[in-house]
C-alpha cells in the first residue's frame, strides 16, 4: 500500500503493525504530519526506539518479541525492553556474574558497545577496566563489583608444599612400615616421634608419586 495513500490513526496504526518497524519520515508521511507531530504520537503510543541505526526506528509496544535478555532484533534495527543502549548496558552488566567485556556485550546487542557508547565517558552505574585487549564492564556496587571481579578472576590456588627431602623419606618409610595407616594417623604418629610434618605437605607428596591415601 503506497505511503500516500494512508490517512486513518487505525491504518497508520494496522499498516504500522503490519510492517513492524518504521522511520519517523516514514510515520510522518503516513499521517501527513510534521516530524514534530508524528514523535508526539509516538511518545503517545509508547513506541519503542532502536538502539542502533541512529536510533531512526520505532516499534509499537505489541510488535517485539523481546529475548531472555529484553532484546529484539528485526531487519538489522535493535530494540530493548530496557530502554536505550546505555540503560541495556547498565542492566546487562548489573545481572551479569562476572561482569561483561566488550566481546561478550557486542555478542549480546549485535553492535560493538564502543560505537554506541562513545560519546559517554561516563556511564552512571557500572565502571570499565581495561584487560588485555579487551575492556570489561563491572557494577559501581562495590558488594556486587567484588563479586563480579572474583567470579571472572578467580584467585589462584596456593601452591601445596612438599616437605623438604629428609622429611619425604621419614613420611615414605613409615607408609613402608604401617601401609594400613591413614594421612592423619600417619602425620600423627611421626610427630610423635618428633618431626614436624603437616598433613597438607604429606598430601602434596602423595599426589606427586601417585600415592592413593586417604
Not at 33 to 38: E, F, G, I, K, W
Not at 97 to 115: A, F, I, Q, R, Y
Not at 125 to 142: A, L, M, P, Q, W
Amino acid at each position: 500500500m503506497p505511503l500516500n495513500t494512508i490517512s486513518s490513526e487505525e491504518t497508520v496504526l494496522a499498516f504500522f503493525r503490519e510492517k513492524k518497524i518504521l522511520t519517523l519520515d516514514q510515520l510522518s508521511q503516513l499521517l501527513r504530519c510534521s516530524a514534530v507531530t508524528a514523535r508526539r504520537r509516538l511518545k503517545q503510543w509508547r513506541a519503542f526506539t532502536s538502539y542502533n541505526r541512529n536510533n531512526r526506528y520505532y516499534a509499537l509496544p505489541s510488535v517485539p518479541v523481546f529475548d531472555k535478555k529484553g532484546l529484539w532484533h528485526h531487519r538489522g534495527a535493535s530494540f530493548s525492553k530496557h530502554g536505550s543502549c546505555k540503560q541495556t548496558v547498565v542492566h546487562l552488566v548489573q545481572l551479569s556474574e562476572k561482569g561483561l567485556s566488550n566481546t561478550e556485550l557486542t555478542g549480546v546487542l549485535g553492535e560493538n558497545p564502543n560505537s554506541l557508547l562513545a560519546h559517554f565517558k561516563e556511564i552512571p552505574g557500572i565502571t570499565k577496566e581495561r584487560h588485555g585487549r579487551d575492556i570489561v564492564y563491572f557494577s559501581c556496587n562495590e558488594r556486587v563489583y567484588a563479586r563480579q571481579r572474583r567470579n571472572r578472576f578467580p584467585p589462584e590456588p596456593s601452591a601445596a608444599v612438599l616437605p623438604s627431602d629428609a622429611q619425604a623419606i621419614l613420611v615414605l618409610v613409615e607408609l613402608i612400615h604401617h601401609p594400613g595407616l591413614s594421612v592423619d594417623e600417619l602425620v600423627q604418629q611421626l610427630r610423635g616421634k618428633g618431626h614436624a610434618v603437616h598433613t597438607d605437605a604429606v598430601l602434596a607428596l602423595f599426589d606427586r608419586h601417585g600415592i592413593k591415601k586417604n
